[in-house]
């Protein structure tokens, strides 16, 4: 998924933690395997490839990912959209990009996005991007999806406990061998070595999304990765979004999102999810937490 994986899982003995690490290892390639658009073989990669073609079969599972992703569309009125990825044409941040997308280049890409073109056939259990060009990506969900279910094998497992953090959007359960929880710092941009705030995870998920290590400059200004699917610009306003809640996939969503969405709209959002709340840094380093911030924190510590 183009992100490094670390996993620490605490267990009887060093031969049955190191086996159980395997089994996450092999669980979130799988998952890769399935969803990843960094990969031609992969199933996604098969959808995107046959864009406005023919319908393609996939596994259950990757029809109820895309369900769901559709679901989140609708509860952001598009900010969040998997479609948005037919914008990786014109927004590169490999460092080969060197001039802005010209104003048709914007448009041409925009025409490629929306989530109401992607058909879902459950009977048939299919799914068709409707127009030429168009793209599906997990990137802004997929981590998060890939963490919940390697602790969830890990839980099955019997481990006692572990961590699997993918690339700062990581799900926990148990307690480190100390008997204490798992502690997680949240990066403050603006103030490199004082953190945002420090979190104890029991049984709970952490994600974060910014515009503070992917992105590039043009000119003296700097462009974020985080695309808003409906203007086909980087969003502007936040550098840093984390949410905590129980679940790594869901949290994924709203951090993603709400860079979108903004601060305002993104507390509006969060007050129907009383299970998460959400820490939001400004582009001018203001920290602002949502009202359940403090009851989620501790809950996530003591679940």
């Known amino acids: 998924m183009g992100s490094r994986f670390q996993i620490t899982v605490v267990d009887v003995n060093d031969k049955q933690a190191n086996q159980n690490i395997d089994k996450a290892i092999a669980e979130i390639v799988r998952i890769e395997m399935l969803i990843s658009d ?3 073989d992969s199933q996604v990669s098969q959808i995107n490839s046959n864009a406005g073609k023919f319908p393609v079969k996939v596994d259950q599972e990757v029809i109820d990912l895309t369900q769901r992703a559709i679901k989140y569309s609708k509860l952001t009125d598009g900010a969040f959209d998997i479609s948005f990825a037919a914008m990786d044409k014109i ?3 490999d460092g080969s990009m060197d001039d802005l997308p010209t104003d048709i280049e914007i448009e041409n890409a925009i025409r490629n996005v929306g989530y109401q073109n992607i058909k879902i056939d459950t009977t048939n259990q299919t799914i068709f991007l409707t127009k030429v060009g168009m793209k599906i990506g997990f990137g802004s969900i997929g981590k998060g999806y890939a963490a919940d279910k390697a602790i969830h094998l890990l839980q099955n497992l019997n481990a006692k406990a572990a961590i699997v953090n993918a ?6 359960f148990g307690l480190q061998q100390n008997k204490k929880p798992w502690r997680i710092g949240i ?3 603006f103030k490199p070595n004082k953190m945002a705030d420090i979190l104890e995870l ?9 515009d503070y290590q992917k992105y590039i400059f043009i000119g003296k200004t700097r462009y974020s990765h985080i695309i808003n699917p409906k203007t086909g610009w980087p969003a502007t306003g936040l550098t840093g979004v984390t949410i905590i809640g129980p679940n790594a996939e869901t949290a994924n969503f709203f951090s993603t999102s709400m860079m979108v969405l903004g601060a305002k709209n993104g507390k509006a959002l969060l007050k129907k999810y009383p299970n998460y709340a959400g820490l939001f840094i400004t582009d001018r380093g203001k920290i602002i937490k949502t009202k359940n911030y403090k009851k989620v924190k501790n809950q996530c510590k003591n679940n």
């Open 38 to 40: 960094w990969k031609p």
């Open 91 to 93: 927004w590169k941040f």
């Open 167 to 172: 690339a700062g959007d990581l799900a926990t």
């Open 187 to 189: 990066a403050n941009p």
């Open 202 to 210: 029991s049984q709970a998920a952490v994600t974060t999304s910014g």
